[in-house]
């Protein structure tokens, strides 16, 4: 093909297009805001930021891939001379540690940037609630059941003896705020007058 000629001045433009917009931008840097984050309520969000050179007047686009399966995302930078940096957000669901990469990549009629980038994040799964057990009391010492706090863990435990009282006949044995003895078995009581 002539160059002097129309088809080749046109091809000589597209060419000379096509090559400013292919270094238009170049990609250098994906720093994400934390590397390591913990799900909250079945989600992790984290903050993104794409960065890197790009010429003034010129157009690219580029691709974000977070390894987690789903969409990723296209953007295009444009008329930006200098320094670059682009925001983005992904929200993972599942722990696991993902690969995130942002690379040129055509988006629609714009030609790609140069360039690719790439980091790491690590999603850890949130801390289960260990199973409660109840507090212990020393030996000679018994919990009371009710004064357990689950919330605040408060608790007491009251004197026990070693033996149980001996409670005679028509008498039974309680422990009632750290105080032993035998008490009238009513319920016997009640059944000799019945009788």
């Given at each position: 093909?002539?160059?002097?000629?129309p088809?080749?001045?046109?091809?000589?433009?597209?060419?000379a297009?096509?090559?400013?917009?292919?270094?238009a931008?170049?990609i250098?840097?994906?720093?994400?805001s934390a590397?390591s984050?913990?799900?909250?309520?079945?989600?992790?969000?984290?903050?993104?930021?794409?960065?890197?050179r790009a010429?003034?007047?010129?157009?690219?686009?580029?691709f974000?891939?977070?390894?987690?399966?789903?969409?990723?995302?296209?953007?295009v930078?444009?008329?930006?001379?200098?320094?670059?940096?682009?925001?983005?957000?992904?929200?993972?669901?599942?722990?696991g540690?993902?690969?995130?990469?942002?690379?040129?990549?055509?988006?629609?009629?714009?030609?790609?940037?140069?360039?690719?980038a790439?980091?790491?994040?690590t999603?850890?799964?949130a801390?289960?609630?260990?199973?409660?057990?109840?507090?212990?009391?020393?030996?000679?010492?018994?919990l009371?059941?009710?004064?357990?706090?689950?919330?605040?863990?408060?608790?007491?435990?009251?004197?026990?003896?070693?033996?149980e009282?001996q409670?005679?006949?028509?008498?039974?044995?309680?422990?009632?705020?750290?105080?032993?003895?035998?008490r009238?078995?009513?319920?016997?009581?009640?059944?000799?007058?019945?009788?």
């Amino acid at each position: 093909m002539n160059p002097g000629t129309p088809a080749g001045l046109a091809a000589g433009a597209c060419l000379a297009f096509g090559m400013a917009a292919a270094i238009a931008g170049d990609i250098s840097s994906i720093q994400p805001s934390a590397s390591s984050i913990t799900l909250q309520s079945g989600k992790a969000v984290v903050n993104f930021s794409v960065g890197g050179r790009a010429a003034g007047n010129e157009s690219c686009g580029y691709f974000v891939e977070y390894g987690d399966g789903n969409a990723g995302d296209s953007r295009v930078i444009s008329k930006t001379s200098g320094q670059f940096s682009r925001p983005h957000q992904r929200t993972f669901v599942n722990p696991g540690t993902y690969t995130i990469e942002a690379s040129g990549r055509r988006h629609k009629t714009t030609l790609a940037c140069n360039g690719q980038a790439s980091t790491q994040v690590t999603v850890v799964a949130a801390a289960t609630a260990a199973a409660w057990t109840p507090p212990a009391c020393p030996e000679g010492w018994a919990l009371n059941e009710r004064s357990v706090n689950r919330r605040t863990g408060a608790f007491y435990c009251t004197a026990k003896p070693e033996v149980e009282l001996q409670c005679g006949n028509g008498l039974r044995y309680y422990e009632r705020d750290g105080i032993i003895g035998c008490r009238e078995n009513r319920r016997a009581r009640d059944d000799d007058r019945r009788d």
